[in-house]
């Protein structure tokens, strides 16, 4: 299954619209994203990334949306672990 998770941009390099290139956060992890796809993100956008590609920009309650779901999963999962 492939999984796509949303993160903030936080600084963007490059101006051509091909090589365009952006610091996203994820949780306070820092990865280099392709920033092609979504020529119109400007810094603290959140976006929408798969393998290294931001595909689409996300409001920021919808994002915090997807963080609490997230969260909760992590929660069920960490419970089911205690059971074990």
Known sequence: ?????????????????????????????????????????????????HVGFAISILNEEEAHRVFDTLNQLNALDNSEGDRQ
């Open 1 to 49: 299954m492939c999984l796509a998770i949303p993160g903030k941009i936080t600084s963007i390099s490059e101006n051509d619209p091909l090589m365009r290139t952006g610091q996203v956060s994820f949780g306070g992890f820092l990865k280099e994203v392709n920033l092609a796809y979504v020529p119109e993100a400007k810094i603290d956008n959140y976006v929408i990334v």
